[in-house]
Every structure is written in C-alpha cells, then in structure tokens.
C-alpha cells in the first residue's frame, strides 16, 4: 500500500520565478492538505483540497495556488518565488476532510 | 498570543527517564488534537491522537485538560529511538478545518 509521494524531492530556484510541486495521496484517501515548514518552525497549513476545490484556506497570498485532479493527486503552485518561501513542503492526505492525516516525505525548495 | 504554543527544548534526558511535554492552546473552541513526531529531516508522523478521557499506547500517554487548554504528553521508560521533535496539533471545531501546529518540542535520549 502506497503511502503519500511527492515530487521533486529538492528544488533550487531564484526569486522571481515560479514553481510547481505534486502529491500522490495514499490509496483511498480524498483529501489533501498543503503545508510550508519553515526551519525550526511547526508545518504552517495552506490550504486543503476535496472533491477538485479548495475547501479551507490558511493564511497565505494568493501567490499560493493549487489544484486537484479526478485521480485526488494535488499540485501546489507558488508564483513570484520570494527568499522567504524556501522551505519544506509537506503534502498530507485524508479519507475525508476531518480524518487523520498522513504526510509525504515533502519537497525541500530554495530560492536563491 | 500564539494559537498553538510548544516549549522548544531541547529536553535531554537519560535511558529510561520518563519526560511530559505541554501544548497549550488559545481558542476555547478547539475540537481536535493530536502529537505527532517528526524525525530530523523527514516528514511528521502520527504519534497518538488526544481524547477528553486521555488514551495510552505503550510508553506513550496523552491527556487533554480543556479547563486550563492544554494537551500532554508523557514518555515512560524512554529509548534512544524517541529522540525527535514532538508536534502537538490542534484543529479548531466548526466548519473550518484547519490544523494549527505548534513548533515542536525537542526530546534528545542519551545512553
């Protein structure tokens, strides 16, 4: 049983530019929830995706955007990359909105 | 304020110490919580969910206290391998469903 992917696992950009991450959810989950840990920091929700919408957003600008596909895998996209976007991005997926979530080993981005 | 706050540690303790962590949280009106543990370098993963009633799972307590709003956790006899970061996560009741994190509490077990 699959657990949750993610893809690239390393990215270096430059500010300015734009950049695309991916998740596989686990086999039979739903739901998926995008989140940006910072050094030192607890993971920071972006928002979640249900059903091919985003249904809860955090506190992020809309620089910040996704999407889901008919097959529940999710996109995170990040425009106008910013020296304070490098992080660690973590997918986590779900069976339902409310359920228990499960991270993917997240892609580690760097704006140079 | 922060919603979700965590003491950083790091807490160093010996084999077979046994170690409590606390996360207070600030909205009265959170439902949910959970711990988490997160190895260096790698994605957070699923300790134990929290229970008004508190819930066991080996070493591993976890208790709620919604008076003074705060959850534990308590590591008996602790190993090596529990060294990681402990997340608390706390998700507010309502339609909105958003999972805040506090920022981790550090656990290093020496021999």
């Given at each position: 049983d699959a657990g949750v992917t993610q893809s690239p696992t390393h990215l270096i950009k430059t500010r300015g530019q734009q950049v695309t991450l991916r998740c596989s959810p686990k086999s039979g989950h739903d739901t998926v929830s995008w989140y940006q840990q910072a050094l030192g920091q607890g993971p920071q929700f972006?928002?979640?995706?249900?059903e091919e919408e985003e249904r809860q957003r955090g506190n992020f600008p809309d620089r910040f955007s996704g999407h889901q596909f008919p097959n529940y895998s999710s996109e995170l996209n990040v425009n106008a990359l910013l020296l304070g976007d490098s992080a660690l991005y973590l997918c986590a997926s779900s069976r339902q909105k409310t359920d228990t979530q499960y991270f993917g080993p997240g892609t580690r981005l760097t704006v140079l | 304020r922060k919603e979700v706050e965590?003491?950083?540690?790091?807490?160093?303790?010996?084999?077979?110490?046994?170690?409590?962590?606390?996360?207070?949280?600030?909205?009265?009106?959170?439902?949910?919580?959970?711990?988490?543990?997160?190895?260096?370098?790698?994605?957070?993963?699923?300790?134990?969910?929290?229970?008004?009633?508190?819930?066991?799972?080996?070493r591993f307590t976890a208790q709620l206290?919604?008076?003074?709003?705060?959850?534990?956790?308590?590591?008996?006899?602790?190993?090596?391998?529990?060294?990681?970061?402990?997340?608390?996560?706390?998700?507010?009741?309502?339609?909105?469903?958003?999972?805040t994190f506090g920022r981790g509490t550090s656990l290093i077990v020496h021999p």
């Open positions: 972006i928002f979640q995706y249900y | 965590q003491d950083p540690g790091p807490f160093n303790v010996p084999e077979g110490a046994t170690v409590a962590f606390n996360c207070t949280y600030s909205n009265s009106a959170s439902q949910s919580f959970f711990w988490y543990r997160q190895d260096c370098r790698k994605e957070p993963k699923l300790l134990m969910s929290v229970y008004s009633s508190g819930n066991e799972d080996g206290n919604r008076a003074s709003q705060y959850i534990s956790l308590l590591i008996r006899d602790s190993k090596l391998s529990d060294s990681a970061t402990y997340l608390c996560v706390v998700i507010k009741s309502g339609g909105s469903y958003i999972p």
